[in-house]
């Protein structure tokens, strides 16, 4: 045992490499954060339609908007805002509107692009397909229709300024 006269204590020899996981999870992350939004890097809108902002605050005039995808040049950062160009067309953008990876297009069995946010509000709120109401029977959702009824039924009371609000007091996304 060596040195060590007490039997109930181990020593271990190499204490350095039992470190090593550790050391190797701690670069792998610093190398993703490095590779995440920075100045003078590469952005892909997230959204549908991505407003470019004149100043950082999500109450600023838009200066114009760019669509689902859309390469942008980081120039410069302020907090969780980006100005940003795209081609001729610049501005700030929320970060979290923004990714660095080029988003897929997911597309339908009918070749249509499916994106959530580009569902309009008339399409949202279109009665269940005869598919759609079987399906769920199949499955034993039969309260999905009532769950669906209520939810919309709870939506009604809100706007979109009440979001807004909401989101603003609470600090949350693009208020952050």
């Keep these: ?37 920075t100045a003078g890097g590469t952005a892909y809108t997230k959204r549908y339609k991505t407003s470019l902002l004149a100043e950082p605050s999500p109450l600023a005039k838009p200066t114009g908007e760019v669509p689902f995808a859309q390469q942008l040049k980081i120039v410069e950062m302020k907090g969780n805002w980006l100005r940003v160009s795209a081609g001729p067309n610049g501005g700030w953008v929320f970060a979290g509107s923004l990714t660095d990876t080029k988003p897929a297009e997911i597309k339908g069995t009918d070749g249509n692009v499916l994106l959530a946010s580009a569902t309009t509000a008339t399409a949202a709120n ?38 807004d609000a909401f989101l603003k007091a609470q600090k949350k996304g693009e208020f952050q």
């Design 1 to 37: 045992m060596g040195a060590n006269s007490n039997p109930e204590i181990e020593m271990n020899p190499r204490p350095a490499l039992r470190l090593w996981p550790a050391a190797l999870l701690l670069a792998a992350v610093v190398v993703v954060a490095d590779a995440a939004l």
């Design 126 to 163: 279109r009665p269940l397909s005869e598919e759609a109401n079987a399906y769920a029977a199949r499955r034993n959702l039969g309260s999905a229709r009532v769950d669906l009824d209520w939810l919309q039924a709870q939506c009604k009371g809100f706007t979109s300024a009440d979001v």
